[in-house]
């Protein structure tokens, strides 16, 4: 393959057309077109694909050549449906990290270009999450499509507040203070369970910080109360009862099954306090648990539904809840978790536990 030095990648003009078409006549390789013109190969490929079209010969045998003309009326096409000049110009490392990001990582073009600046990259352009969406309509990222993007045209759900036919086994969400509603102070969570596939009784466990939208994702191995409460307890042990009543001041639940077991929930398993302060939303309410559900969203980003939770691996969940906590975030400013948790914590003068942090 010819060296890459010196070539510049611009659009082909009439001439060069013409010169293509006199080389291929003299039967010049594809790699010695693009040196000559000083462009890539990929760039002649593309432009042979223009340009097809069908001769017939004297002896009436088509045969398949490259025609200027053809090129250079489907290329002329191709400018007025895109329109104006792409603002994104020639930056390919930045279409190349979108795209990236999109289509192997799991990431919205918004989260995507919150990355750039959270990470601290430059780029020669700046561009607008809705210019990017524009583009991938009009297919300026190569292999990117609308099917590639996380929730493309999915709409928000519409709630409504249901009557409960009978007590929560705890305090209702209608006696949770306020400030823990104004989400102003880091320690208040919202808890519920994703479940496997058909026969699989295998569960995730999921915490999400309110606040800072920090993730924790446990597998149990079922849904019964006593799963859920284990898991607390160990993550009670890891921490202390002391740090674990400061980092989980409240958890809010729905009223699945799982989590009937108040008292088991908020009792410590280390001392004679209480851990946390559990409250429950009204029955069919996730919206109570938005935080929660979003986050949900993203893990099925990976875990799809149907998914047997039994196979998967608690390194493959850990995977996914590393995915989630560095995950930029608009309601964060574009920070992710981890990077916001982190700021919290010194200015807080805590030093997290590892294993869970």
Not at 116 to 126: A, R, Y
Not at 149 to 155: A, E, S, V, Y
Request: aromatic share 8%; net charge positive; proline share 3%.
């Amino acid at each position: 393959m010819g060296s890459e030095k010196g070539r510049r990648f611009s659009h082909l003009s009439w001439k060069n057309r013409l010169k293509i078409e006199k080389m291929r006549k003299e039967r010049k390789s594809v790699q010695e077109i693009a040196d000559a013109l000083h462009v890539h190969n990929s760039t002649i490929y593309r432009e042979l694909r223009r340009g097809k079209a069908i001769q017939r010969t004297t002896e009436l045998v088509d045969r398949e050549v490259y025609c200027p003309d053809v090129a250079e009326d489907k290329y002329r096409a191709e400018l007025a449906a895109k329109g104006p000049a792409l603002k994104i110009g020639s930056d390919y490392a930045l279409a190349e990290y979108i795209q990236s990001k999109i289509a192997n990582e799991g990431y919205s073009p918004r989260a995507a270009l919150e990355k750039i600046e959270e990470d601290g990259l430059e780029f020669s352009v700046t561009l607008s999450k809705w210019t990017v969406y524009s583009y991938i309509d009009k297919g300026v990222f190569w292999g990117l499509t609308n099917k590639d993007l996380p929730r493309r045209g999915k709409r928000k759900r519409k709630y409504k507040k249901v009557r409960a036919a009978r007590l929560p086994n705890g305090d209702s969400i209608d006696d949770r203070p306020e400030e823990i509603n104004l989400r102003k102070q880091f320690g208040d969570w919202e808890m519920d369970t994703v479940v496997s596939g058909k026969k699989d009784v295998s569960r995730l466990l999921v915490f999400t910080e309110r606040a800072l939208r920090k993730e924790i994702i446990i597998k149990i191995p079922d849904g019964t109360t006593e799963s859920v409460v284990g898991a607390i307890d160990r993550m009670e042990r890891k921490l202390g009862s002391r740090m674990f009543r400061r980092l989980f001041r409240t958890i809010t639940v729905d009223n699945g099954s799982e989590f009937q077991d108040c008292e088991g929930m908020e009792r410590s398993c280390l001392t004679k306090m209480r851990r946390t302060h559990v409250y429950y939303c009204h029955p069919y309410s996730s919206w109570e648990r938005g935080s929660n559900e979003n986050a949900n969203i993203l893990i099925r980003r990976w875990i799809p539904k149907g998914t047997n939770l039994s196979t998967i691996s608690n390194e493959r969940v850990a995977w996914v809840e590393r995915w989630i906590n560095n995950y930029p975030r608009e309601v964060l400013g574009g920070r992710c978790a981890d990077r916001a948790l982190m700021e919290w914590a010194a200015t807080a003068g805590i030093t997290l536990h590892k294993s869970l942090f």
